[in-house]
């Protein structure tokens, strides 16, 4: 027993001179988690939710990237609720034109008519003469870049039933986006749950020279448009809430998207994030709702949901908006391709008329960023416009980039480094509204 108490106390003396060098090596080895709002910790957040791979509404990453938001808000204290809606939606399988030899990659039209059988047939330029002499009866209608007009006033709606009442069995539109990339424009009604007259498939204005080729020697065309259409699917909507009183500060950003949407919804993501443990371990006094909407694809749906669940405008001090396409990189289109630069995308913050001097203080380090008076911004502009027509005082970001609604809007498109003075503005503004 004796040599027993020696040995321990031998061991207590050595450990004992050693502590402080054992707790400093222990504390090293522990990941480290970076402090909100820094350039570090937001993109860290864009990463994670890059992971999940394609946002769109009812996928399984759709459902993943709520279920993250949800837990990570439950562990920050907020009182979180889950909102499911329902809607029909498709799940492509092969969407692609093959000619010859040839596969051209292509993206449906929402909402797709699907064809369970290949159709195959050539191709008939649009527009057309709709004067018989020139019908596309039997044909896959055509619209090439150089006669699509600007690639953000297109309506593949709107050529679709054009192409229909000519008598197409198909289309194919080369949207003129700049990245020369698919680009997919979110759906609209009538066709936000029903299906377009006829199939339709965008391809890359890359594209446009093969399908020139076909066009001009009318070589046959196979059109493949299949999937899943599921009648039953579901997104989900988060809403976090911190009650502490009659003022509230309601902070969103939409969670979906086409692709994987890095550039388009990561840095709206992120802030939303930090911006939440910001506000968990700083404020004390304001009531806060933190909303991340599904559905921001399709009309904005999972915004109609959530909006009635809002307090009441009067009782809401501000409505902060993280929008599309923060902290987004600018690029060099060279004859190796697009080149990466460091320097800021150009974006816009509207802010309903008595919140502007409080974006301006709050933003206006940040490089390329444009300050407007809400009531110029566009019908069509996103969820900020919902909220403001509903009567917040709210301010959003808004702007697109390079690889916005394409395949390639992936991790590279922001940094942490463009990201970080936005992590600045959001505390300066969060700060600026302590009592």
């Known amino acids: 027993m004796a040599a027993m108490n020696a040995i321990s106390a031998k061991f207590s003396r050595s450990v004992g001179a050693h502590l402080p060098m054992l707790l400093v090596c222990w504390a090293l080895a522990l990941p480290v988690a970076a402090t909100p709002l820094t350039g570090a910790s937001l993109y860290s957040s864009v990463q994670k939710y890059a992971s999940f791979g394609e946002h769109r509404t009812g996928s399984t990453s759709d459902h993943q990237t709520s279920e993250w938001l949800a837990s990570e808000l439950e562990g920050l204290g907020f009182e979180v609720e889950r909102q499911r809606f329902e809607l029909k939606q498709f799940f492509p399988e092969t969407t692609q034109l093959t000619i010859g030899n040839r596969i051209v990659p292509a993206f449906p039209h929402w909402f797709p008519q699907i064809v369970e059988q290949a159709v195959v047939a050539p191709l008939a330029e649009l527009p057309s003469d709709s004067v018989g002499s020139r019908s596309l009866a039997g044909r896959i209608a055509y619209l090439a870049p150089e006669r699509a007009g600007e690639w953000h ?121 930090d911006a939440a443990r910001w506000v968990a371990k700083h404020d004390r006094t304001n009531s806060y709702v933190f909303v991340s909407n599904s559905g921001h694809e399709l009309d904005m749906m999972g915004s109609k949901h959530t909006l009635p669940l809002m307090p009441d405008p009067a009782k809401v001090k501000l409505w902060l908006h993280l929008g599309a396409s923060i902290g987004t990189r600018q690029w060099e289109d060279t004859e190796e391709g697009f080149k990466p630069l460091g320097e800021h995308n150009r974006i816009y913050l509207f802010a309903y008329w008595t919140k502007l001097w409080a974006a301006w203080r709050s933003f206006s380090d940040v490089p390329e960023v444009n300050f407007l008076p809400s009531f110029v911004l566009p019908s069509d502009r996103g969820e900020l416009v919902h909220f403001i027509h509903a009567g917040y005082p709210a301010m959003g970001f808004v702007a697109d980039h390079l690889f916005f609604h394409t395949p390639d809007d992936k991790p590279g498109v922001n940094s942490a480094e463009l990201l970080a003075p936005y992590g600045v503005g959001v505390e300066r503004l969060l700060q600026s509204i302590q009592p």
């Open 153 to 273: 006033d297109l309506d593949v709606s709107t050529v679709a039933v054009q192409a229909a009442e000519q008598g197409a069995v198909a289309l194919v539109v080369a949207v003129p986006h700049p990245s020369k990339a698919i680009y997919a424009r979110n759906a609209a009604e009538p066709f936000l749950q029903n299906p377009l007259p006829l199939p339709t498939l965008i391809v890359a204005a890359n594209a446009a020279p093969v399908l020139t080729q076909a066009l001009t020697t009318q070589q046959p065309v196979t059109f493949e448009l299949d999937g899943r259409i599921d009648k039953q699917a579901y997104g989900v909507n988060v809403l976090g809430r911190l009650d502490r009183g009659s003022d509230w500060v309601v902070v969103s950003t939409p969670s979906s998207g086409w692709f994987t949407a890095t550039g388009e919804r990561g840095g709206g993501i992120a802030l939303w994030l």
